[in-house]
């Protein structure tokens, strides 16, 4: 694609607003690409710009926030429809995913990782909202910058339960492993668990939300671009159908990405407490 074809989501909107359909007088199929991930400052102060992604990622943070803090501001015993709803949500991460990978012992780490996983959550549903409609996940400096949190949470907690050479140990030397592979295994466990943990970790729910958004945006704007008279109208609607399917498959998709971000972080936290590797 060069340079001079890239154009922004701004300017595919003004395009299919103008009538872009299939007929021998239309325009060609304006794909989207990379340009739908591509968002003018909203403001700037200097040289930061504050965009679209930025605002959404506040707005999902404050929402969490918020929904915790109606929820449990004033618990009672017989809880109204807000706690009700919080307590299922936090005794889900807590039972399914926290107790299941760490244990009992895993308590203190429940309010983080119920944290993330509704804050990662809501970012991926941002996909579906309207006028939002972006997954911020989809950008990868939010799951990268939480794979960060957890790999650093990993880190601490490894070297302060076994100090620093049980820690290393712990990091790179398998247990009831014969000596003579462990010229092998031990490199490839140091890269595994330093370098190739945090990157899986990020890269996975980046990956899925960018293909999923993509994959939406471009059927969209086939419905609306195969949308002319005759058999247009069928293409347009088979194509409506698809984003319809889609976008109920993306839902079940964010809800997963979010269980698999924090399961492998609570599986992470747990290696970093086990007595041996």
């Not at 989207?32 to 605002?55: A, R, T, V």
């Not at 290393?168 to 492993?177: D, E, F, H, R």
């Not at 002319?228 to 069928?234: D, F, V």
Request: with cysteine; net charge positive; charged share 10%.
């Amino acid at each position: 694609m060069t340079k001079e074809s890239v154009v922004s989501a701004d300017q595919l909107a003004q395009q299919l607003a103008s009538g872009c359909h299939l007929t021998p007088a239309g325009c060609g199929f304006p794909a989207p690409g990379l340009n739908e991930f591509q968002f003018d400052p909203i403001f700037s102060i200097g040289s930061f710009g504050f965009n679209k992604p930025m605002l959404l990622s506040f707005v999902c943070a404050l929402l969490v926030i918020v929904f915790f803090w109606v929820a449990f501001a004033k618990p009672k015993v017989l809880p109204g429809k807000m706690q009700l709803v919080g307590e299922i949500g936090y005794d889900f991460v807590k039972r399914a995913i926290v107790f299941e990978n760490i244990g009992k012992k895993g308590e203190k780490y429940v309010p983080m990782m119920v944290s993330l996983f509704f804050f990662v959550w809501v970012m991926n549903i941002m996909s579906v909202i309207p006028l939002a409609q972006f997954p911020v996940t989809a950008v990868i400096g939010w799951p990268a910058g939480l794979a960060i949190v957890c790999w650093l949470t990993y880190m601490t907690l490894t070297f302060k339960k076994h100090g620093f050479v049980g820690g290393l140990k712990n990091l790179c030397w398998p247990s009831g492993v014969p000596g003579w592979v462990m010229f092998i295994l031990v490199p490839i466990e140091f890269f595994s668990n330093i370098f190739v943990r945090p990157f899986t970790l990020a890269v996975r729910a980046f990956a899925n939300m960018f293909a999923g958004h993509l994959l939406i945006v471009m059927f969209s704007i086939a419905t609306w671009y195969l949308l002319s008279p005759s058999l247009g109208a069928l293409y347009g609607t088979t194509s409506f159908v698809v984003t319809l399917g889609l976008t109920a498959f993306e839902l079940l998709v964010q809800f997963l990405q979010a269980y698999i971000f924090v399961t492998l972080a609570s599986s992470y936290i747990a290696g970093a407490l086990e007595e041996a590797h």
